[in-house]
């Protein structure tokens, strides 16, 4: 089982605001990394360290964090927002890396 | 633009050893974390483990007792060697390039994977 939990599946309205939260011991102290992956494609990076955005995201996507739990949130959801997302941590060694189980994102 | 790409057998069979080889092209292999990650059919992403390109390995703790990563820095590559695979080892196979982003490691590349199936 990971040490990350996400919710399985949450929705949203098109253009409403959705959080996609990601709960997990090492997320204390430590930045939570987000990726979206569309159906048969590689995942990509939309919130990366210490919640800033890579190039060429659109700023409606925004992390956050605050103790165990870490958030994604996406203002103004999209169509071609619906994809699964995972956060990533590091583990309770500190070493090693461990996805969430993932949170699939259903835009109505 | 750093391009990663998968390659590798897509069918190995029960108990044999799964080899894939991930070539980086567009860019060095120096100074950055390269990694593997898996995604069986209609599951989450697993992280089998990284190499940094001076040889510095981590694995997965749960996947450590069968798992070889290596570089090939003259060549651009990095590999994977699974050994003793069975059907649960089904999976898309990713390589990804990592580099530290405050604290923590990112994947800001991917390869577009590839399917290994394990099966007689």
């Known amino acids: 089982s990971s040490e990350l939990t996400q919710d399985p599946a949450v929705s949203v309205a098109l253009g409403q605001t959705v959080r996609i939260t990601c709960q997990g011991d090492s997320l204390r102290g430590s930045f939570a990394i987000w990726y979206q992956q569309k159906p048969g494609q590689a995942p990509v990076l939309v919130i990366s360290g210490k919640n800033t955005r890579p190039s060429g995201i659109p700023d409606r996507f925004s992390g956050s964090s605050s103790g165990y739990t870490a958030s994604l949130t996406i203002s103004g959801a999209q169509a071609e927002d619906e994809a699964d997302y995972y956060c990533k941590s590091r583990d309770s060694s500190g070493s090693r890396l461990v996805f969430g189980g993932g949170t699939k994102l259903t835009v109505l | 633009q750093v391009q990663l790409q998968e390659s590798g057998p897509g069918l190995v069979k029960p108990s044999e050893t799964l080899s894939l080889t991930c070539t980086v092209s567009g860019g060095s292999i120096s100074n950055y974390y390269w990694n593997w990650i898996r995604q069986s059919p209609g599951k989450g992403l697993e992280w089998i483990g990284n190499i940094f390109y001076s040889g510095i390995i981590n694995y997965n703790a749960s996947l450590k007792s069968r798992v070889t990563i290596s570089v090939d820095t003259s060549k651009n590559q990095f590999s994977l060697n699974l050994r003793s695979v069975s059907a649960a080892d089904t999976a898309m196979y990713y390589c990804?390039?990592?580099?530290?982003?405050?604290?923590?490691?990112?994947?800001?590349?991917w390869g577009q994977g590839t399917l290994v199936t394990v099966s007689s």
């Open positions: 990804a390039r990592a580099l530290f982003s405050y604290d923590v490691l990112v994947f800001d590349n």
